[in-house]
């Protein structure tokens, strides 16, 4: 069965710190993908990321940058100088693409990051 | 382009009630999945939607149902509530009904049973 894991509940940084976010995944298929998305107190879920099993690239994207490893089966979230504006819950998912229930997203607890000024 | 937009925004019943929570999908996308969120926790899969049939489902009771129209809006049905079902609902929109699409999530129905 499948399991993302974020083992952070909660995360307090000051603005401009560098702050990253676990998240290990179990899945027994080998077709995969993987999503980040951040969760504002408005409860809106805004997608950040997808990447599948098969591109282990790393990626950044302005601030934010992601280290995708299979040995480890992580998938890593790093924000560089946090901003007060990153305050939110961040969640990271997985899909398989065997699953019989095609679409469904398996998410962790998320984890609560705090920028202080 | 509109993204997914769902009604009401906050919704009180009491235990027994039903409930009826609407989502319109972003446009250009023929996929809806519906996802309960408990307070603390992360999402939790309850059904999806692809070309109004149910494409999927995850581990909640039949008094949970839906329903997909053909301009691919959706309805999310809860019979009989209990105080569990008190939750953030979201429903989150797709072009495909596959693994591989990404979802993208309405502001949620905030819904308390008391």
């Known amino acids: 069965a499948q399991k993302v894991t974020q083992a952070q509940t909660e995360i307090s940084v000051v603005e401009k710190e560098d702050v990253t976010l676990d998240c290990v995944y179990e899945t027994r298929d080998t077709t995969y993908y993987l999503f980040w998305y951040k969760q504002p107190p408005s409860g809106e879920l805004v997608f950040l990321i997808r990447?599948?099993?098969?591109?282990?690239q790393n990626e950044i994207s302005g601030r934010y940058s992601w280290n995708f490893q299979k040995s480890t089966s992580s998938f890593n979230f790093t924000i560089t100088a946090s901003q007060v504006v990153d305050s939110a819950v961040y969640f990271c998912a997985l899909s398989e693409a065997r699953d019989t229930n095609a679409g469904k997203s398996t998410f962790g607890d998320g984890t609560t990051l705090t920028v202080k000024p | 382009e509109t993204g997914v937009t769902q009604s009401p925004t906050h919704l009180i019943k009491t235990r027994g009630q039903q409930v009826t929570l609407r989502c319109s999908s972003q446009?250009?996308?023929?996929?809806v999945s519906w996802y309960q969120q408990a307070l603390g926790q992360g999402p939790q899969f309850i059904f999806q939607y692809y070309r109004e049939e149910e494409n999927g489902r995850g581990n909640f009771p039949p008094r949970f149902s839906g329903l997909q129209f053909p301009n691919y809006s959706s309805e999310l049905n809860v019979n009989a509530l209990e105080l569990d079902d008190s939750a953030l609902y979201l429903c989150?929109?797709?072009?495909?009904?596959?693994?591989?699409?990404?979802?993208?999530f309405g502001p949620g129905t905030r819904l308390t049973v008391l």
């Open positions: 990447r599948n099993s098969f591109d282990e």
């Open positions: 989150a929109s797709s072009l495909g009904g596959t693994s591989a699409d990404t979802q993208y």
């Open positions: 446009s250009g996308h023929n996929t």
